[in-house]
């Protein structure tokens, strides 16, 4: 008895005393934001045809479907071409500042109003990755996933050894950023612009007055057990989202799997197939006949993929298992990605996988990459160097020539100077 008791009390203090899974929650960060950034950035030329105002799904009918079903997006606000430009070049922004860890709870916000924004406009664009990222940037805003990997956490750690030294800083940007925000929020409430499902107003109230609440505790709370209340409360919160995060992607896997378990093709082992050769899915025909030409290779696949999927979540209780599985997995979406042509898909999925990933292959993983960014920039600046010590050096001209002597003038060194040749 007294063991359990004593177990239960040391995984309460855990989940209050810590944000768990610092590492996995900046992998997820990082994962989700590079691939709506990169999304963004390679749909660019095709922005109008997909969201804008003008596009197949135009107004009249995103605003109908809005209507029926009261999802949240803010490019249905105002019509014109002016704010689509605006709101899609925020979304790219959001995801760029959220990818660097800066500010990451006030981007994390932008960022799932961006997502929001642009995939409840038009609901039919999307390749099944949409859906993961979706839910995903619902999850993200309550995390604390700037702790590592993040100008905010280098922000934190100068602000520390500043106060060390005895000097007072003071973030600016945060709160004129929140203040920002917190107008924009009442603007849209008195227009009636977040009338519909009340979840994403909720949510985007809660964050804004908890922010509030935290910012007024740090600067008028005379002790600090309020502000130890507040960072229970906010590593209670994390703690709950990161474990949502990880029984949505089992359930995921879980449900895909069992799914396919009841189909034909899954049962007979042929369903690998088919896949590769569509029109619409085969960006690599070639790549694509010659996996599918073995057709021992795709029974395996086949009911391999089933295996996976249904096991997964099953694994999670065994350490080494999961690992095999979970890299089974990741490289079974990086081939979707290179064979089936859907990158988005696979990497959103891969961001979801990595979640589970150990924290010492994450710790050795940040260790290695700082050691290539010292590397490079070591080599950067020596090149600097050379070239700037290159263009310092002056240019050696071509050797002076001497003009000849005239005849019988004297040398000032040499007063009887050697005649050669022949006198005039």
């Known amino acids: ?18 944000a768990l899974g610092p590492y996995q929650s900046a992998m997820i960060r990082i994962g989700f934001s590079a691939t709506w950034l990169l999304f963004l950035l390679r749909e ?27 999802a949240f997006t803010t490019l249905m606000w105002f019509n014109g071409q002016f704010w689509f430009e ?24 932008l960022f799932m109003v961006g997502v929001l924004s642009l995939q409840n406009r038009s609901v039919f664009m999307g390749d099944g990755g949409d859906n993961v990222l979706h839910l995903m940037s619902l999850y993200l805003v309550l995390t604390r996933c700037g ?43 008195l ?49 709950g989202a990161l474990f949502v995060i990880m029984a949505e992607a089992c359930l995921i896997y879980a449900t895909a799997g069992w799914y396919k378990i009841q189909g034909s093709r899954w049962q007979d082992g042929t369903a ?12 690599w025909p070639a790549l694509a006949d010659l996996l599918s030409a073995n057709g021992l290779m795709v029974m395996l696949v086949t009911y391999g993929t089933v295996a996976v999927q249904v096991a997964f979540p099953f694994t999670l209780f065994n350490r080494r298992v999961k690992n095999v599985l979970l890299a089974a997995m990741i490289t079974e979406h990086a081939v979707i990605a290179v064979v089936l042509g859907l990158p988005f ?31 490079l920039l070591t080599r950067l600046r020596s ?18 020539q001497r003009a000849p002597k005239e005849p019988g003038r004297e040398n000032p060194e040499n007063p009887d100077p050697a005649h050669v040749g022949f006198p005039a």
Request: net charge positive.
């Open 44 to 70: 660019l030329p095709h922005r109008q045809e997909l969201y804008g105002p003008d596009g197949p799904w135009n107004w009249n009918l995103a605003e109908q479907l809005i209507s029926t079903n009261g």
């Open 272 to 283: 690998v197939y088919y896949p590769l050769h569509l029109e619409s899915f085969s960006p």
């Open 147 to 189: 702790q590592v990997w993040s100008l905010d956490e280098r922000r934190a750690r100068r602000t520390r050894e500043a106060h060390a030294r005895g000097e007072h800083v003071v973030d600016r940007a945060g709160p004129a950023l929140w203040g920002v925000l917190g107008l924009v929020l009442v603007s849209a409430t």
């Open 86 to 109: 605006t709101v899609y070049a925020l979304a790219v922004l959001s995801s760029l500042l959220l990818l660097l860890g800066w500010h990451t709870r006030a981007m994390s916000v």
């Open 191 to 239: 227009l009636g612009r977040l009338d519909g499902d009340l979840v994403v107003p909720v949510l985007l109230w809660g964050l804004w007055l908890a922010q509030a609440l935290w910012w007024a505790v740090g600067r008028l709370g005379r002790s600090g057990q309020s502000r130890i209340m507040l960072d229970v409360i906010g590593n209670i919160v994390h703690n």
């Open 345 to 375: 898909f696979s990497l959103a999925m891969i961001a979801a996988d990595s979640v589970f990933l150990p924290t010492s292959f994450l710790r050795r993983l940040g260790d290695t990459a700082v050691r290539v960014r010292a590397l």
């Open 1 to 18: 008895m007294n063991r359990f008791v004593l177990a239960v009390s040391h995984a309460i203090a855990r989940v209050t005393e810590t």
């Open 383 to 400: 090149r600097l160097r050379t070239r700037r010590a290159g263009a310092d050096t002056p240019v050696p001209g071509p050797p002076k």
